[in-house]
């Protein structure tokens, strides 16, 4: 059974010129334990799945389950980074890390919780600024505290929406291996399913098993990439082969496609 599926996913939001359609018909499911990339345009409706998956937003037709039962709100299986910082301003760094914690794992007394806090805000390079309140970091560490509160809690899927847009080369290049790590599993932590928004390419094929290309207003699924190369993998490595540079093409070729021949300089992604 898939671990994640949608089915015939439309989502709407209403505005003053009446109900505006930001999904429509979206299909595709995630596997137990795969790493799937969502890529397409700004506007195509990539946040809106995600809320849709974190249960915050209700689709107006269509389903979307999690191990076969529908979502009907948020759930402590799920944890969530979204597009833009989102801690708790009046927690310290590490309160935020630790209320996810809380919310996650029963049973852990509070200095078990802030230990815990300690550990992830150092896999994030935040070690020395748990005590700092969200004012006090830059974008980027707001970003990572935000990273180390969703991996901490260790749930069975992470749902992440550009997680490292704010992020320096470096950090980024950090992140992304202790992403994966995590997602393997490490002992401590369980093996995971991941579904993660990006407008990097690269990024996407470098992290996932699966790419899925959403286009149009409203977004629809354009198409699905497997990823075949085999793990541990090396960016600068699997970045020479034929086989990357031919999927790389393919998604680029898609993504100007569905945004009607813009001129290539119009977009980043
Ligand atoms: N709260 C809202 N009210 C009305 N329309 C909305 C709302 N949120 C999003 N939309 C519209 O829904 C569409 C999809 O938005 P969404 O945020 O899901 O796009 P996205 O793919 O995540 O874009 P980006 O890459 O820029 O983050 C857009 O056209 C947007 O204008
Ligand atoms: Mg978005």
Sequence with gaps: MSKIEVK????EYEDKNG?????????????????????????CGKTTLLGVLQGIITPSSGS???DGLPITGPGTDRAAVFQ?????????????????????KKGLSKRERHELAHVFLKKVGLS??????????????QQRAAIARA??????????????????????????????SL??????????????VTHDIDEAIYLSDRVIMLGGSPGRVAAEFPVRFPRPRIHSTIRKTGEYGSLR???????????????EEEYTI
């Excluded at 015939?8 to 989502?11: R, Y």
């Excluded at 901490?152 to 992440?160: G, H, N, V």
């Excluded at 093409?249 to 001129?263: I, S, T």
């Design 151 to 180: 991996l901490a809690m260790d749930t069975d899927i992470l749902l992440m929406d550009e997680p490292f847009g704010a992020i320096d080369a470096k950090n980024r290049s950090n992140m992304q291996e202790l992403l994966l």
């Design 249 to 263: 093409n393919k998604l680029m070729a898609l993504f100007y496609e569905e945004n009607n021949g813009l001129a």
């Design 183 to 196: 997602w393997e599993g490490d002992g401590d932590t369980k093996k995971k399913t991941v579904l993660f």
């Design 8 to 11: 015939n996913l439309c989502a």
């Design 84 to 104: 833009h910082y989102s801690l708790f301003p009046w927690m310290t760094a590490r309160d935020n890390v630790a209320f996810g914690i809380k919310q996650a």
């Design 128 to 141: 020395g600024f748990g005590h700092k309140y969200p004012f006090q970091l830059s974008g980027g560490m």
């Design 19 to 43: 109900d505006f359609q930001a999904l429509k018909d979206v299909s595709f499911s995630v596997g137990d334990g795969e790493f799937l990339s969502v890529v397409g345009a700004s506007g």
């Design 64 to 66: 979307a389950f999690i």
